[in-house]
T-cell receptor, first 115, second 115 residues
């Protein structure tokens, strides 16, 4: 069974600094995809970034980058130059391509940006 | 603007009552999903549908029912058999069900509470 682990229930970061949110996953399948979503207090889930298991380079989307370490089964999200609007819950998720293709979510990390 | 609309934003259920959560999308997506989110936890899949008139159980389908009579609509009924229905419910859609890096688009959620 797939499992996604986010070990940091809450984190603080100073505005304008970078922060890394941890995510580890467990799968025996070589074909999978990793996603990060942001959930502000309004409740909706906002897609941030995607990394495929066969992608050679780490994914980047603006201030977001994914530190993908396949051998360690980790897919950490790095947010550069934090902004107050980055305060939210962040969820890591995985899609196992050979196990039903459903998205499985981790428990989330609450990020709080300090002015 | 295209998107997913969930209603109502807040819903209260009495003991023994069935309640229905609405989800409508105008993105022309084939696949739709219902997730449940408990406080401080990640999302768990209740039901999903890949095509009109077809749907599949997710990880926690007991006490819930769905229908998919139209491509745009995927209502979720929380039945009296669901003994712990208090949670935040998120509806999502995607172009196709679980293909590669295809992302899910989410609605803004419905908070269901028991009176």
């Amino acid at each position: 069974a797939q499992k996604i682990t986010q070990t940091q229930p809450g984190m603080f970061v100073q505005e304008k600094e970078a922060v890394t949110l941890d995510c580890t996953y467990d799968t025996s399948d070589p074909s999978y995809g990793l996603f990060w979503y942001k959930q502000p207090s309004s409740g909706e889930m906002i897609f941030l970034i995607y990394q495929g298991s066969y992608d050679q380079q780490n994914a980047t989307e603006g201030r977001y980058s994914l530190n993908f370490q396949k051998a360690r089964k980790s897919a950490n999200l790095v947010i550069s130059a934090s902004q107050l609007g980055d305060s939210a819950m962040y969820f890591c998720a995985m899609r196992d391509f050979n196990a039903g293709n459903m998205l499985t979510f981790g428990g989330g990390t609450r990020l709080m940006v300090k002015p | 603007d295209g998107g997913i609309t969930q209603s109502p934003k807040y819903l209260f259920r009495k003991e023994g009552q069935n309640v229905t959560l609405s989800c409508e999308q105008n993105l022309n997506h084939d696949a739709m999903y219902w997730y449940r989110q408990d406080p401080g936890q990640g999302l768990r899949l209740i039901y999903y549908s890949q095509i009109v008139n077809d749907f599949q159980k997710g990880d926690i389908a007991e006490g819930y029912s769905v229908s998919r009579e139209k491509k745009e609509s995927f209502p979720l009924t929380v039945t009296s058999a669901q003994k712990n229905p208090t949670a935040f419910y998120l509806c999502a859609s995607s172009i196709q069900q679980g293909q590669g890096g295809e992302k899910l688009f989410f609605g803004s959620g419905t908070q269901l509470s028991v009176l």
